[in-house]
C-alpha cells in the first residue's frame, strides 16, 4: 500500500493540473448568452451526478483493497460469501436512480435548449424583435447575410445585447458545423439542406466563431468573429457595413463565384492548407439569396423550416435592395 499511495496522489495532482489548465481555454465553461449558460448549467448538472457514482466507488475499491490486504489477519476470511442484498441494491439501484434522473434532465433540457426553438424576449425589454442572419457555410469561410438590412459579410458578424438572433444556415460547399461556443449549441449545415438556430448574447464582446466539423485539410482556420454590441454599437457596424462598395446580387455573379472559389487553387498547390480570410463587407445583396443558395440543389425550391411546419416555395429571382 506503501507503494501503491504516491502513484495515486501524483495520478490526483497531474489530473487536477490538467484540469485547471485545460479550463484556462474552455469557453463553454465561461458563457456569454442564455443558452450557452444553459448548457453549462446542464454540463455541471450531470458532472456532479455523476462524481456522486464515481467518488464512492473509487473510496470503496481503496477501502476494500486496503481492509481485505492479505497482511491484515484483522479482517473477516469468508471464502463461501457469494451474496448480499444490502450490495446488490446499492450496485444496482443507484445507477438506476442515476440513469432515471440524468434521462429526465435530458429529456426536459432537450426540449429547452432545442436550436430550433425560438427564445424570448427579455423581461425588461418585451418589445425588441428578433434580428435575422442567414449563414452560408463556403469553402473555408462563413458568409453571412442580414436579409432585414440588405449587408453580407464574411467572417464577422455584430449581433445586439439581449437582442435575440435567429440563425437559417446552410452550405454551399462541403458539410460543416457552425458554433459559437460561449454563445451555445453548434448545428451541422449541408448543400441543399437548411437548419435554424436561436441565441443571444448577454455580455459585450468579440467571440470566437469556429467550423466545429473535421472537413478536411485547412477546415481549422475556417473562424469568424461574433460581435457583441450594445445597439449603439451594432447601429455603426450597420453603417460600417453599408458604406462598402462591393456588392453580391446573384448567386451566378463573377463576386459570389470568386468568393466561393478563391482559395481552390492555392489549397490545391499547398497540400489543402489556406489562410485565413480575413472579413469582408458587403453595402448590398441580393434579394432572396440564401434561397437561391439552397434552391439550386433542389430544383429551384427551398423549405422555409420552422417548428412543425416546413412549407417549401419556389425560389425568388435575385432584385437588389439596399435594406433601406
Request: with cysteine; proline share 5%; net charge negative.
Amino acid at each position: 500500500m506503501k507503494k501503491i499511495l504516491p502513484k495515486i496522489t501524483l495520478s490526483v495532482v497531474g489530473l487536477a493540473s490538467t484540469l485547471m489548465l485545460g479550463g484556462c481555454n474552455l469557453a463553454i465553461m465561461d458563457p456569454k448568452g442564455t443558452i450557452g449558460q444553459g448548457e453549462k448549467s446542464l454540463i455541471l448538472m450531470c458532472a456532479g451526478a455523476m462524481l456522486c457514482i464515481v467518488i464512492p466507488v473509487i473510496i470503496a475499491t481503496l477501502f476494500v483493497a486496503y481492509r481485505y490486504r492479505k497482511s491484515n489477519t484483522n479482517a473477516t476470511y469468508a471464502p463461501k460469501w457469494d451474496f448480499s442484498t444490502t450490495i446488490e441494491i446499492l450496485v444496482w439501484g443507484i445507477p438506476m436512480c442515476l440513469i432515471a434522473f440524468l434521462a429526465y434532465h435530458t429529456y426536459v433540457s432537450s426540449h429547452e435548449l432545442d436550436p430550433y426553438k425560438p427564445i424570448a424576449a427579455p423581461a425588461d425589454n418585451p418589445n425588441v424583435k428578433p434580428i435575422n442572419v442567414q449563414v452560408v457555410a463556403l469553402n473555408w469561410k462563413w458568409l453571412f447575410i442580414y436579409p432585414d438590412l440588405g449587408i453580407a459579410t464574411v467572417n464577422e458578424m455584430a449581433m445586439p445585447i439581449n437582442t435575440p438572433v435567429a440563425f437559417r444556415l446552410t452550405s454551399d460547399a462541403t458539410m460543416n458545423s457552425f458554433w459559437i461556443p460561449q454563445l451555445g449549441s453548434q448545428v451541422y449545415v449541408m448543400a441543399g439542406m437548411q437548419t435554424q438556430l436561436h441565441l443571444m448574447a448577454t455580455s459585450t464582446g468579440t467571440f470566437r466563431g469556429v467550423s466545429s466539423n473535421y472537413s478536411g485539410f485547412g477546415y481549422s482556420e475556417m473562424k469568424f468573429k461574433a460581435i457583441a454590441t450594445d445597439q449603439k454599437g451594432f447601429d455603426e457596424w450597420v453603417e460600417k457595413v453599408k458604406a462598402s462598395s462591393k456588392q453580391l446580387d446573384s448567386k451566378d455573379s463573377d463576386v459570389y463565384k470568386h468568393l466561393r472559389e478563391d482559395q481552390m487553387e492555392y489549397a490545391k498547390t499547398h497540400e489543402g492548407n489556406v489562410l485565413y480570410q480575413e472579413p469582408i463587407y458587403y453595402g448590398t445583396v441580393g434579394h432572396h439569396f440564401f434561397d437561391d443558395i439552397v434552391g439550386q440543389y433542389n430544383d429551384g425550391h427551398y423549405h422555409v423550416e420552422s417548428h412543425g411546419h416546413s412549407p417549401e416555395a419556389p425560389a425568388q429571382s435575385n432584385d437588389m435592395h439596399s435594406g433601406e
